[in-house]
Structures are given as structure tokens and as C-alpha cells.
């Protein structure tokens, strides 16, 4: 019997993310599960039908990963899932246009951002902004 080992599901991600945040050990994990979930949301979806759910996991994602020294998960996981968005033959190239319209406030978390929160990070502002805007 195949037991998954992520802590959060594609059904209700974002359910299951504050849940396990709530237990405060698993922040790191929660992150990196719902990083592999929201790819799986947007390419599992019906048209456009679960987009909205995966930017709001997104938004949550980027809160918590900026709180809570997380940062390069989610940096990280931003370059992964344009990469993926930008492959040639993927299905849903149109969800990374939904995140660019977003802009700034879903982007890669800078320096400047990091340091708000006695945190790290290696992208510059210029950088987010070239980022987000390709």
C-alpha cells in the first residue's frame, strides 16, 4: 500500500496548510508540501477553474515562508514553477500570466523584504521586479 507522505492534499491545500502550521514544528515541511502542491492544483485543473485557489495558496505560502524563515523555499519554488509554467507542451502556460498580473505582492522575496524579519535573501529588488515581469 502506497502511503503519501506530504502533510497537505490537493483537495482542500489550503485547509490542510494552516492546520499543520497551527502545530508550529512542521513549517518548513508545510512549505515545501505546498510547494509541490500548487503545481499539481493548477495542473490538474479544468481550465482556469482552480487557479484562484492555487494563487491564494500561493499568497499564503509567501506570507508564511516571509514570517517564518522561509524564505528560500519560497524563492526557490517561484523559479521552479515559472520554469514549469514556461516549458514548452505544458498545459497551462496561461497560469503564470495570472501570477505576473499579481506583480510584487506574489513575487520573489527580496533583501530588503528579508531583512524586515532579521531574514536572508540573495534577490535584489531589480531582480523581483525582472522576475515577475518575464
Known sequence: MFVR??????AFPLNDFREDLKEGDVVSKALKDMAAVIPEIVYESF???RYDEAIQCMREMRRTAFHEDGI????DFLHEL???????GYKRKDFWDNVKG???????ITDKD???HE??????????VQFIAS
Open 5 to 10: 507522505e506530504e502533510i497537505i492534499g490537493n
Open 47 to 49: 481550465s482556469t477553474q
Open 72 to 75: 528560500d523555499i519560497w524563492n
Open 82 to 88: 515559472k520554469e514549469k509554467c514556461q516549458r514548452p
Open 102 to 108: 499579481i506583480g510584487m505582492q506574489i513575487s520573489l
Open 114 to 116: 528579508a531583512e524586515l
Open 119 to 128: 531574514g536572508y535573501s540573495a534577490i535584489s529588488e531589480l531582480q523581483s
